[in-house]
C-alpha cells in the first residue's frame, strides 16, 4: 500500500516560503527587456468589448443616471416642500 505523507498547514506554507525564496533571485536578474516582453504580453492578454457591449453598456449607465437623478431631484423638491411648510407654521 501507499504510505500517506501526513503534513501540516505550517509545514505546507513552509515549503511554499522555500519555494519561493528560491526563485526570487532569478526574477531580480531580470533586466529591462525581459520585463518590458512580460508586461507587453499581458497587454495581449486584454479582451476589448465589441461595439454592441459598449453600446449596449453606454445607454445602461445614461438610462441609470437619468433615473436616480430624477429620484434625487423628487425627493429634493419633497424635502425643501415639507421643510417651507413646517418653517411656515412656526414663523
Avoid: H, Q
Wanted: aromatic share 4%.
Amino acid at each position: 500500500m501507499e504510505e500517506l505523507k501526513n503534513t501540516s498547514p505550517n509545514e505546507k506554507n513552509e515549503s511554499k516560503k522555500e519555494s519561493s525564496k528560491k526563485s526570487s533571485p532569478a526574477k531580480e536578474k531580470k533586466g529591462l527587456g525581459a520585463k518590458i516582453a512580460e508586461s507587453r504580453a499581458e497587454a495581449k492578454k486584454i479582451i476589448w468589448p465589441n461595439r454592441e457591449t459598449v453600446r449596449k453598456n453606454t445607454i445602461t449607465v445614461i438610462c441609470t443616471s437619468l433615473i436616480i437623478g430624477a429620484i434625487i431631484f423628487g425627493m429634493d423638491t419633497v424635502y425643501t416642500t415639507v421643510l417651507n411648510l413646517v418653517i411656515g407654521l412656526m414663523a
